[in-house]
Nanobody
Framework: QVQLVESGGGLVQAGDSLGLSCVAS????????MAWSRQAPGKQRELVAT???????DYADAVKGRFTISRDNAKNTVYLQMNSLKPEDTAVYYC?????????????????????WGQGTLVTVSS
């Protein structure tokens, strides 16, 4: 009952910048951690950046200093600003959110933990 929709992927050249967005919707009581991961062809999915509801963020070494994660709690949205892109950043980027759902059953909210993933958005960086 909680969904994530990513947007903003595309084809860019090395050195360019690109921004991704991810909006959460549905029966959301609160969202704790939001994150971006990526999966390159033939490789395992790797965590790129995380951000808590308080705004504390963390990054993979490969993107530190180039990527910035941010969020708008009022809009249940997380962003990833990617600068100085490299061909090795080419991947499908996935948004992830963990929190508490308040889906109702017979008019009564039931508070349950959730963790959901978006469908992914492709970022291609040409050399």
């Amino acid at each position: 009952q909680v969904q994530l929709v990513e947007s903003g992927g595309g084809l860019v050249q090395a050195g360019d910048s690109l921004g991704l967005s991810c909006v959460a919707s549905g029966s959301i009581y609160s969202i704790d951690t939001m994150a971006w991961s990526r999966q390159a062809p033939g490789k395992q999915r790797e965590l790129v950046a995380t951000i808590t509801s308080a705004g504390s963020s963390d990054y993979a070494d490969a993107v530190k200093g180039r990527f910035t994660i941010s969020r708008d709690n009022a809009k249940n949205t997380v962003y990833l600003q990617m600068n100085s892109l490299k061909p090795e950043d080419t991947a499908v980027y996935y948004c992830n959110a963990k929190g508490i759902s308040n889906a109702q059953t017979r008019g009564v909210p039931l508070y349950t933990d959730f963790e959901v993933w978006g469908q992914g958005t492709l970022v291609t960086v040409s050399s």
